[in-house]
């Protein structure tokens, strides 16, 4: 095996890494939307399994930051550096409990955010307020800048068409913050899984050239 690798061409053991990678993703990515599917309550396994999967994020994002303890007294679960402007977006992970996001007010007509919503984007807002004002100390001491930090909490299901719609209006109204379900991020892990599949597919992986949109970039 070792004599064969070292004779095959480059595209051969590029497509060969990506093959392996392939695999091992997609047997990882059945557990993930096991959990889901399954509506686990537990808040540590989903920030387990992401914290060991980044990939799951797509492309969007180039690197999962080590360190957590960003503001004070507050622990995050994830800090990513995004892949086009290198700018830093936090993520808040929450389960996806059977529950729903939005509540109807049938004397308006109108959704507005659950407790648990309104609970975890509370959160997230503390979290910028707290980052932003110990801006000059995380320059100075970790050479990160966090200037206009952004941030994402991943929580809940789809819902009905009417939730959807209601979160759609939601995330328009936020300022450098944005809701995702799970069932959301499961469509983001599925079409980098379908990314890998085309890269095999192309034989040596694809050149990845300019345009590629897949290359190296998946947080591994």
Known sequence: MLSALRTA???VIKNIGITARYIAYTESFKLFCDLVDRSDPDEHKFQKYLEENPWVFGSEY???LDRRTWSRDENLDFMLRRTVDRYLEI???KTPAVMSLFIH???HDSYYPSSKLSQALGQVFRYI?????????IIATDR?????IRARVIIGRDGDERCQSALRA???HLHRVEVLTFDQLKRVGQRTL????????QGDGGGGGEGDEFGDDIPR
């Open 194 to 201: 379908d990314m890998f599949k085309k890269r095999m597919q």
């Open 9 to 11: 061409s480059p595209g």
């Open 105 to 107: 007010d049938p004397s």
């Open 144 to 148: 990160v800048d966090p200037h206009k």
């Open 129 to 137: 307020e707290e980052i932003e004002r110990r801006r000059d100390s």
């Open 91 to 93: 993520v808040e992970i």
């Open 62 to 64: 180039s690197e999962l």
């Open 170 to 172: 939601l995330n328009s």
